[in-house]
């Protein structure tokens, strides 16, 4: 089984910064991307940023030129660093792993944009 840990989660006021991380353990053989989705109230769950084992990282449109996905491949770890945060990226966020025939989900931690 796969374990992920997700942190750094928190209240900040606009335009603040916060850094998440996700530690994955357990059964890991085989991690084809490692990723940072997100769920505000009422809506559904969506990507925010996933970087595959290449390297080449994906952000979702809004989150573009704000946020910065990167990997430590040695320690199984995925951060998001978030700058320049607006109300609208308050949500859950979830770490994800996509391994080779299945894919895992943390908890979540909550981000709270607001002043």
């Known amino acids: 089984q796969v374990q992920l840990v997700e942190s750094g989660g928190g209240l900040v006021q606009p335009g603040g910064s916060l850094r998440l991380s996700c530690a994955a353990s357990g059964s890991i053989f085989t991690i084809n991307a490692m990723g940072w989705y997100r769920q505000a109230p009422g809506k559904l769950r969506e990507l925010v940023a996933t970087?595959?084992?290449?390297?080449?990282?994906n952000y979702q449109d809004s989150v573009k030129g704000r946020f910065t996905i990167s990997r430590d491949y040695a320690k199984n770890t995925v951060y998001l660093q978030m700058n320049s945060l607006k109300p609208e990226d308050t949500a859950v966020y979830y770490c994800?792993?996509?391994?080779?025939?299945?894919?895992?989900w943390g908890r979540g931690t909550q981000v709270t944009v607001s002043s």
């Open positions: 994800n792993l996509e391994g080779r025939a299945a894919s895992y």
């Open positions: 970087i595959p084992s290449d390297g080449s990282a």
